[in-house]
């Protein structure tokens, strides 16, 4: 029966060190663009039903909870352009103790505007 060397397991070690050090960061990364994505799209919902209340019974500001918070983001429909704005500019969200900031931007050129989050330094 043949056992490894000491130099071989060493090696393989080594090898993976290095491979789990160049994956976490990417990983991390990841993890961090999909909890984004995520708040803006509950926010976009949001969004979306705000809309349709408005355009149904005239309902102009709505209270939103996102994913992995437990922060609320207050919208209100801006009658004179007939937008959706966030209340007081822009929200943040505490996220494993990091803070995720929300923005609307509506002078983009689209009727629409769109939704923009990052991560707050």
Same mark, same amino acid.
């Given at each position: 029966?043949?056992?490894? $060397?000491?130099?071989?397991?060493?090696? $393989? #070690?080594?090898? *993976?060190?290095? *491979?789990?050090?160049i994956a976490?960061?990417?990983?991390?990364?990841?993890?961090?663009? @999909? /909890?984004?994505?995520? #708040?803006?799209?509950?926010l976009v919902?949001?969004?979306?039903?705000?809309? @349709?209340?408005? @355009?149904?019974?005239?309902?102009?500001?709505?209270?939103?909870? /996102?994913?992995? $918070?437990?922060?609320?983001?207050?919208?209100? /429909?801006?009658? *004179?352009?007939?937008?959706?704005?966030?209340?007081? $500019?822009?929200?943040?969200?505490? #996220?494993?103790?990091?803070? /995720?900031?929300?923005?609307?931007?509506?002078?983009?050129?689209?009727?629409?505007?769109?939704?923009?989050?990052?991560?707050?330094?």
């Amino acid at each position: 029966m043949k056992a490894f $060397s000491l130099t071989e397991l060493l090696i $393989s #070690i080594a090898i *993976l060190i290095i *491979l789990t050090s160049i994956a976490t960061p990417i990983f991390f990364k990841y993890k961090n663009n @999909a /909890v984004i994505a995520r #708040i803006q799209g509950d926010l976009v919902a949001c969004a979306g039903e705000l809309m @349709a209340e408005y @355009a149904n019974n005239g309902t102009t500001k709505k209270t939103c909870k /996102v994913y992995k $918070s437990n922060d609320n983001c207050t919208l209100i /429909v801006d009658k *004179l352009n007939d937008k959706i704005k966030i209340e007081n $500019s822009y929200c943040d969200f505490n #996220i494993d103790s990091k803070v /995720v900031r929300c923005e609307i931007h509506t002078n983009y050129g689209d009727i629409n505007g769109y939704i923009d989050c990052y991560y707050k330094e």
